[in-house]
Each structure stands twice: as C-alpha cells, then as structure tokens.
C-alpha cells in the first residue's frame, strides 16, 4: 500500500533561517505529490505540486521542493523562515491510476523570534 | 471563483443524533472528495465523486455514513447515529476534469459527539 512519512511531528526554526520538512513515499512508480500547509481552524492551502515534470518545484511564499527518485523523498525547504511560516505542512501523494490522496502525519513548524 | 465552501463550520451535537454537512465545490469542478482529519493525523480518504457518481469509498466510511452529490453540484455527507470517535474535522475537495489533479479544499466542518 501507499504511505508517505513525515519525519519529524514538530520542527522549530529560528526566523531567518533554513527550514527544512521532511517527506518520503513509498511508490514503486512516481506518483503526484504535494505539500499543504494549515493554518489553525482552516482548510489545507496548496503550497507546491510534483508532476513528473521538474525535479525541483517552486511554489508560494518562497517555498521549494525536489522530488529524488532513488531517495524516495520530496523534502520541503525555505532559505529563510518566517513567524507567518509557523503552522502545520502536509507531505501528499496521489498514487497513480487514483484520485485520492494519501496524506503523511503532519509537521507542525514553529518559528522562534 | 469563490473556493469550496463547507457548512456548517461547526456543529456539536450528541451520541447517537445524526448531522449532515455540507460542501459546496469549486464551480466546474467535477470531482468531489470528502475526508476526515482527527486531531495530530493528517487527513484521511473517506469518499470521491466524478459529477454525481460515487466512485469511490474508504472503509473507513462505515455503513453509518452516507454521502451524496445529486445532480453532480454540491455535496452532503451524512452521519447517523453518531459516536464520539466520530469526533474530528471533515474536510471536502474538488478538482477539475482536466489538468494534475490539484485538489482545492475547503475550511472544513469540526464536529464534536459529546
């Protein structure tokens, strides 16, 4: 069966510095994959989409990913954190031949002044 | 293209009543999901519609959960005789026809079975 793995239930940066989410997947063909992030009492927001398209996938708010096949992995990274970075970011995969997502546990992301 | 919309963005009510949420897609989209989020996890798959097709069901979607999307629009999930382990967030998405297959979500529904 499909899973994703996110390592790390609680991740705290300082502002301005680097911030690193880990996701892998377990697929034995590349599936779609995404991260969300949530803000308290709200729906999940799109942050960025793999598509088979670029390895490396830019999203919003200054927010990037890499898709490494031989790792299993599409790790979320931002150069440089900010208090309006902190809330909880989802790994998903949609594995193919589906529609549904598969989301990981979470990463709840603190940023400390 | 307001989003999708759920209602009601709360709703407390206790063991054993039954609640009906509702989900209103992104106009055009014709796929339709449904999931539930309990506190600490990440969402999980309970329903998918294509237009007013249910196509899809998790187990987790037990014979006391019932949902519908008449005329391919908005959607209902229904849910009799509630438990308390029914308490936790219901999430609904859409997505278009066309396209990666994004999927939009909406602010959920929080139940809470007292």
């Known amino acids: 069966a499909q899973s994703v793995t996110q390592l790390g239930s609680h991740v705290s940066v300082s502002e301005g510095a680097l911030v690193l989410l880990r996701c892998n997947y377990s697929s034995s063909v590349p599936p779609y994959l995404f991260w969300y992030v949530q803000y308290p009492n709200q729906g999940l927001q799109l942050l960025l989409k793999y598509t088979s398209a670029a390895t490396l996938v830019k999203g919003i708010n200054g927010f990037e990913a890499e898709f490494k096949k031989s790792e299993t992995s599409f790790h979320l990274t931002k150069p440089s954190a900010h208090m309006s970075d902190a809330a909880e970011y989802f790994c998903a995969v949609s594995p193919s031949g589906t529609y549904k997502y598969i989301f990981g546990t979470g990463t709840r992301l603190k940023v400390l002044a | 293209d307001t989003g999708v919309s759920q209602d009601p963005r709360h709703k407390i009510t206790k063991r054993g009543q039954n609640v009906t949420f509702r989900c209103d897609p992104i106009s055009e989209h014709n796929r339709l999901y449904w999931y539930r989020q309990t506190l600490g996890q990440g969402p999980e798959f309970l329903t998918y519609f294509q237009n007013e097709a249910q196509l899809e069901k998790s187990r987790l979607l037990s014979d006391r959960f019932s949902a519908e999307r008449p005329k391919g629009s908005f959607s209902t999930l229904e849910i009799q005789r509630t438990e308390q382990g029914d308490s936790a967030m219901y999430l609904c998405?859409?997505?278009?026809?066309?396209?990666?297959?994004?999927?939009?979500f909406g602010p959920g529904t929080r139940l809470t079975v007292l």
């Open positions: 998405a859409s997505s278009p026809r066309v396209g990666t297959d994004t999927q939009y």
